[in-house]
């Protein structure tokens, strides 16, 4: 099947949420557990090693059919996972998970009728919105920044930083390949701007977590970046505004499983891709069911198969000519 092209701001604006996508909810509190205060050079060099794997998949062109739909599955559902938590845990408190879920899936569904380049236009237009946000959330936590926090800069031991560092790159690097089938004939300057622009606000907002909180308070907590925006109050009088910022999450979560779904569906056929959303959403209630064990193991796990997915990904050749 011939694939709809985006331009080269498109992509560089859908790359750089999808960059972010798996850390929302999920990816920065087992970060900062792992890496502790050693996370922030772990995450440079994972940024470094992911812009690396990116140009070697952009020298591959294309992803096979495979690669694309376990990418979509995984990345999907760890955003499903993260939405419902959030949503359910901090703004929707009494709203069933499986109503929450069920809406998000059709708004997916809905925006994956379309073409690839309805999404990307429409990120265009939220992501002026995105910036502001992300612009004022920073400035208005820099008086509770502590560098004191970040001391000492290497508090963890060998065999966690690596694991740092791996854990980033997935986390980061893994949804992005689904761009792949969609570049065109863009250069690779275009496809890494997006990544090394979301993988550098990442680190930004793991330096603000771990300045404000310190990494042992900010590794048990299940939502560090959503807790650090609760401090934010407007000249000490509107305070909760972190509700209103927290929709750039949302915004986030929602562009990258449009992208999840419209690449299942390019694969694969209605009922199928019915099948697989139905799985997703029962198997993310199974998580969700008042068991924070279960959701717990599959924040620590998850980044391992996302590593794992980038290696086969890379090893499988591309059988389909688009």
């Not at 109503?99 to 569904?109: K, S």
């Not at 048990?220 to 650090?228: A, G, K, Q, S, V």
């Not at 391992?304 to 990904?313: N, Q």
């Amino acid at each position: 099947m011939k694939q709809s092209m985006i331009n080269k701001r498109q992509y560089i604006i859908l790359s750089f949420y999808l960059t972010r996508v798996l850390f929302l909810g999920i990816g920065f509190s087992v970060m900062v557990g792992i890496g502790k205060n050693s996370l922030l050079i772990a995450s440079v060099l994972g940024m470094l090693l992911g812009y690396f794997l990116l140009y070697l998949f952009y020298k591959k062109d294309k992803l096979s059919k495979l690669s694309n739909i376990l990418i979509s599955i995984t990345t999907l559902t760890a955003g499903l996972l993260a939405i419902t938590t959030l949503t359910g845990t901090y703004l929707l408190y009494d709203t069933p998970t499986l109503f929450i879920m069920g809406t998000f899936i059709l708004v997916l569904v809905y925006g994956a009728s379309k073409e690839i380049k309805i999404t990307s236009r429409v990120s265009e237009l939220l992501s002026p919105l995105s910036i502001c946000f992300i612009i004022f959330a920073l400035i208005c936590l820099l008086s509770l920044v502590s560098l004191y926090n970040l001391l000492p800069i290497f508090n963890a031991n060998f065999g966690d930083f690596i694991k740092c560092i791996i854990v980033f790159t997935a986390t980061s690097l893994m949804p992005n390949l689904l761009l792949l089938n969609y570049k065109g004939d863009l250069k690779f300057k275009d496809i890494g701007k997006g990544y090394l622009i979301g993988a550098i606000l990442t680190i930004i907002v793991m330096f603000f977590i771990l300045s404000i909180y310190g990494s042992e308070f900010a590794s048990t907590i299940r939502f560090p970046e959503y807790l650090m925006l609760n401090k934010i109050s407007v000249f000490n009088y509107i305070s909760n505004v972190e509700n209103i910022l927290v929709m750039e999450w949302v915004v986030n979560l929602c562009i990258g499983g449009l992208i999840c779904v419209k690449v299942l569906s390019d694969n694969l056929n209605i009922y199928m891709v019915s099948t697989i959303l139905t799985l997703i959403i029962l198997g993310t209630e199974f998580l969700m069911i008042r068991n924070y064990v279960n959701v717990l193991i599959f924040k620590n796990n998850i980044y391992f198969v996302c590593a794992i997915l980038i290696g086969i990904s890379l090893l499988l050749k591309n059988k389909n000519h688009n």
